[in-house]
């Protein structure tokens, strides 16, 4: 039986080992479900860049640039993060690139193991990433991209859920997949907004005024297609 | 109102600030366990030291020397890292300089801030602990020893369990508190002890035969006194 397991942060990933297993990476606040947003609107592709410095030379070659540093839209940007207003018509077949303060790294850790694919996983369309990674069946990675380094409590609790979907299909591997798999439990009891009212990113972004952004990320299967890297871009594919 | 928060990985210990806090290392399987169960059997000290070499040099002056590397009794050492095993006459009124896998790592690292007490933290006196860290009234920071870096289920379970002795008197702060606390509840459902049976450390016991060591740091309350690191010593103090 293939096996998932689940890493609770970027600072521990060198202890888990990738090699040919689907890797999904996930930021639900609010890279992945970003990349999602923009993709499932009509972006042709989104490429994930680690530095404002270098996604602004991307402006060059005809993308439009995204990005935020602690939570907020870099000055000069074309868009911030929010998947909300990413869906404008000016990404309409245009390629994004997009830098943030945790998702972005991990897609550029995972391209330099030898894993199989790299999904990039949200509520949007878990059902779609679960789907395709049961067809695949390969041995799976799902890593949470964090605040800072620090364990969050949404990415935390996307892989939980992703673990229910996938527990028939797969044995849970590791203390990670079972304290995911507990938070999924005690959200799904008060409802994942409810319950997410407590942690410290949806504060963070209250304070922003993007409690809509959270509203938006928690929607369950808007779109019924998976989003891989490939030749280091995001792009959908049903 | 004063703070908790939980720290789930060592591998992320440097994103907190324990500026003035209350440091609480936990390695429940089994450093802090074992260091509990030798000093209320009667040793005079336990000295947590880094590496086996080190260690080695303690026989000179006196010291019994105990630990583990993955989870085994190091070859040559009087004792290996059993909270049960330790409970032997040799140890009356000795120091004992006890190296293992995760936990003495962290004592190290806390003793390198400018943190207020640090103390070490078991089931086997989690009240008296508790109790000492009402009284004080600062700020806690609970490190969770972990796997290897990785995050494990044990010392979340035993954050948890902290966090709800402290709650009413302290506001819980971050994700690592709010993963923790749920990580509780779900134990406490089907008790800790099959709660932990899912868990990684617990298979790796099980297979060195060390099942009863589970069960031993499992108890509650065995003692009443809290443990101190002083001048790199861990000692009881009433």
Redesign the interface.
Same mark, same amino acid.
């Given at each position: 039986v293939p096996t998932v397991e689940v890493i609770?942060?970027p600072?521990?990933c060198e202890?888990f080992d990738c090699d040919q297993k689907n890797v999904v990476v996930v930021d639900i606040f609010r890279a992945t479900s970003t990349i999602a947003s923009a993709l499932m609107y009509g972006a042709k592709a989104v490429l994930p860049v680690l530095k404002a410095s270098e996604t602004i030379e991307y402006r060059e070659k005809g993308y439009l640039i995204a990005g935020e540093r602690d939570g907020q839209q870099i000055e000069g940007f074309d868009f911030g993060n929010s998947p909300r207003l990413i869906q404008d018509q000016r990404i309409k077949d245009k390629t994004l690139a997009l830098t943030t303060t945790n998702g972005t790294k991990c897609f550029s850790w995972a391209e330099k193991t030898n894993c199989n694919n790299i999904l990039s996983g949200s509520f949007l369309n878990i059902s779609a990433t679960s789907q395709f990674l049961k067809n695949s069946g390969k041995d799976i990675i799902i890593m949470c991209a964090g605040?800072? !380094?620090?364990?969050?409590?949404e990415d935390?609790l996307y892989a939980g859920a992703l673990c229910k979907l996938l527990k028939d299909d797969f044995s849970l591997q590791?203390?990670?997949s079972?304290?995911a798999s507990?938070?999924e439990?005690?959200a799904q009891k008060v409802g994942y907004l409810s319950y997410l009212k !407590?942690?410290?990113?949806y504060q963070r972004l209250k304070g922003f005024g993007a409690e809509k952004d959270i509203d938006f990320s928690l929607q369950h299967d808007i779109f019924n297609s998976i989003i891989l890297l490939q030749e280091s871009k995001l792009i959908l594919q049903s």
């Open positions: 609770l942060s600072a521990i202890t605040w800072k !380094n620090r364990v969050n409590a935390t590791g203390d990670g079972l304290i507990d938070i439990v005690q !407590n942690c410290n990113h």
